[in-house]
């Protein structure tokens, strides 16, 4: 059974920083791919980072590169999501999912699996 739960939401200042948490279960990690999304109401949810198990590459949104990291631990089976100099733009309900590969850009895949999602509300 697959499961992913997001932990690490909250209240951060702008320009500060936030990471993120997924524990997951019910797979390998290195046969799939995992990414992190987010939404805002009345917006549909968008891809801005992914990593691939089997060989650690890693995929970014062009509105948070150069700002966010994406890293695994396959041992205690977690991913995380380093975000610095946040700004108010960013605040959202943040999503884990697992896929077959990295795709960012489609809100929606057949065998997507999701979390129930973690709110970031950025403050200034």
């Known amino acids: 059974e697959v499961q992913l739960v997001e932990s690490g939401g909250g209240l951060v200042q702008a320009g500060g920083s936030l990471r993120l948490a997924c524990e997951f279960s019910?797979?390998?990690?290195?046969?799939?791919?995992m990414s992190w999304f987010r939404k805002v109401p009345d917006k549909v949810r968008d891809g801005i980072a992914c990593i691939t198990g089997r060989d650690g590459r890693t995929e970014y949104d062009d509105s948070v590169k150069g700002r966010a990291t994406i890293f695994a631990d396959k041992y205690k089976k977690m991913i995380y999501l380093q975000m610095n100099n946040v700004t108010v733009e960013d605040t959202a309900v943040y999503y884990c999912?697992?896929?077959?590969?990295?795709?960012?850009?489609?809100?929606?895949?057949?065998?997507?699996?999701w979390g129930q999602g973690t709110q970031v509300t950025v403050f200034s």
């Open positions: 999912a697992v896929d077959g590969w990295c795709n960012l850009r489609t809100p929606s895949y057949p065998g997507r699996d």
């Open positions: 019910g797979f390998d990690i290195g046969d799939y791919s």
